[in-house]
């Protein structure tokens, strides 16, 4: 006689995703017409943000002055403030770090004379090293359509991968506006923070449309094709997965704002960090709500 089946033990990691579903529910439970609201309402704000304060290019892509003085360490705020007294022009200082050395960076506008920058400096700094470069405006034009050339492209190409991918229009559409919404989030962020759009930024918004857009095509595909008996099953069981991946990238993007001494790298950090923040909201709300009033019709195969 064969011995009949016994009931597998639960596990650590069982329990571990018990206690995630459960914490998550309340968000299974919440109607899919506030789901789809809230983030909307969060969009339109930052759509205002950018149209009342839009971040400032950096030199890179305007032009202007940078000088980099190696062996000093001074206050950045304190510096720009007495710089910006003795030149006559608003700059802007931040210090830097490296292995082997470290110093400060000053940034002024376009037809600044690098030379006072310098002197100015060395009044107070006489045995510091000095270098400088200049971006021209044309320079900084042509970067700037480069990189709006290369977001549009970008998402346009990410855009025509979703719709060949599920070949069904309003889960593909509410991805492409899931990944607009983050990246629009993140820029009225940048600039609501001071943060300025340079080509190391626009590099960070590119990099989302990656980072956010494969969460939203985990949430779709499981709900899509879904082999639990339920929405709300299925949704438990993507939103359980998709946090962890978020949190443990968003994790290693905190550890390397905090110890990194690059403001390029910490730029880049904070970018991203804003919009998987947001992509948050965007994928397991906004898009969650969608998915379940587009799938609540038993004809597209929901079941609650």
């Not at 639960?10 to 018990?18: I, L, Q």
């Not at 899919?32 to 609201?37: A, D, V």
């Not at 060395?122 to 970067?143: C, L, M, R, W």
């Not at 001494?261 to 709300?285: C, E, P, R, Y």
């Amino acid at each position: 006689m064969s011995k009949p089946k016994t009931k597998a033990k639960p596990t650590a990691g069982d329990a571990v995703r018990a206690r995630k579903r459960k914490t998550l529910g309340f968000l299974a439970e919440m109607e899919y017409k506030r789901m789809i609201l809230y983030p909307l309402v969060v969009f339109l704000v930052a759509l205002i943000l950018l149209a009342v304060n839009f971040p400032t290019l950096g030199i890179d892509l305007q032009g202007g002055v940078v000088v980099t003085a190696y062996g000093i360490d001074a206050n950045p705020d304190e510096l720009a403030k007495t710089l910006s007294a003795q030149l006559g022009v608003d700059v802007r200082v931040e210090s830097f770090t490296s292995v082997d050395t470290s110093g400060i960076r000053v940034y002024a506008p376009v037809g600044t004379d690098p030379t006072e920058i310098i002197n100015a400096l060395k009044h107070d700094y006489p045995n510091a090293e000095y270098t400088h470069s200049e971006v021209q405006p044309t320079f900084g034009k042509i970067a700037q359509q480069q990189g709006i050339r290369a977001l549009v492209f970008a998402f346009l190409a990410m855009a025509v991968v979703v719709f060949l991918f599920f070949r069904n229009l309003v889960p593909s559409l509410t991805i492409i506006f899931s990944a607009l919404s983050d990246m629009t989030i993140a820029v009225a962020l940048m600039g609501l923070f001071g943060i300025e759009l340079t080509t190391a930024t626009i590099a960070a918004l590119l990099m989302l449309i990656g980072y956010t857009v494969d969460s939203n095509i985990l949430l779709t595909t499981k709900l899509l094709r879904r082999k639990e008996d339920t929405l709300d099953e299925a949704y438990l069981t993507a939103v359980s997965t998709g946090f962890t991946m978020s949190t443990t990238t968003l994790g290693a993007l905190l550890v390397l704002w905090i110890i990194s001494t690059s403001q390029t790298i910490d730029n880049i950090a904070i970018v991203l960090i804003f919009g998987l923040l947001a992509d948050f909201m965007n994928t397991w709300i906004l898009n969650a709500g969608v998915l379940k009033w587009y799938l609540s019709n038993p004809a597209r195969g929901g079941s609650e």
